[in-house]
């Protein structure tokens, strides 16, 4: 079992849908979730940084940590078809090691 | 002006033979990483260094060989290629802060085919 667990999809939304992204994770000790977007053919680059459980938000990004099931979320709203990418997230118990999931492929049809 | 630069971006090659990458970044970041990219977007971590120093050396076979000259570089080097070494390689760089993971900010990837 992998330490960290994402649905690779592909998902297919139209636009302006709401859209919920989501991974598990087997690590208690992981105390810092993030979300990366990857576009096709380019590097990673950060999209959310939460600490501990609690939501954050960002513009029409929200994202969502329950340590307790283990369980992060990222909701995008009014989504638009440049938010179509690899969302990819990402967790660590400390400063260096980040340990990602296999990344959910998003498309939003205009 | 790029902020971390990979060479070259696209690599193929016939099993058995010795390739490098290269990354370079201009951030100023003390912390540099290799990751693997396999066919299923899985990403994963190869090493890590920290102002020239092997910080993070995940399980990777030993014909995989980072070097940092400097901390603004690192390279990857592979001996004897194999079939399942097809994969992208990201070079990442971060600036570490006391305690807990910094961002890190990724090249665009070397995309390595091997015959």
């Known amino acids: 079992q992998k330490e960290v667990e994402q649905d690779p999809g592909p998902l297919s939304v139209p636009e302006g849908a709401i859209v919920s992204l989501n991974c598990t994770y087997s690590n208690s000790a992981f105390q810092y979730f993030m979300w990366y977007r990857q576009y096709s053919r380019k590097g990673p680059e950060l999209l959310m940084y939460t600490y501990s459980s609690g939501n954050k938000e960002d513009g029409r990004f929200t994202a969502q940590v329950d340590k307790s099931s283990k369980y992060i979320s990222l909701f995008i709203r009014d989504s638009q078809p440049s938010d179509s990418a690899t969302y990819l997230c990402a967790m660590s118990q400390g400063a260096q090691k980040l340990v990602f999931g296999q990344g959910t492929r998003l498309t939003i049809n205009p | 002006d790029t902020a971390v630069s990979q060479t070259p971006k696209y690599l193929v090659t016939q099993m058995g033979n010795d390739k490098s990458i290269k990354c370079e970044q201009n951030l100023g970041h003390d912390t540099m990483y290799w990751y693997k990219q396999d066919s299923k977007k899985f990403l994963k971590i190869m090493f890590s260094y920290n102002n020239k120093e092997l910080i993070i050396n995940e399980t990777v076979p030993n014909r995989f060989s980072p070097k940092s000259p400097d901390k603004a570089h690192l390279n990857l080097h592979i001996n004897s290629l194999e079939l399942g070494d097809s994969a992208v390689y990201f070079c990442?760089?971060?600036?570490?802060?006391?305690?807990?993971?910094?961002?890190?900010?990724f090249g665009p990837g070397t995309r390595l085919t091997v015959l």
């Open positions: 990442a760089s971060s600036q570490p802060t006391s305690g807990v993971p910094s961002e890190q900010f």
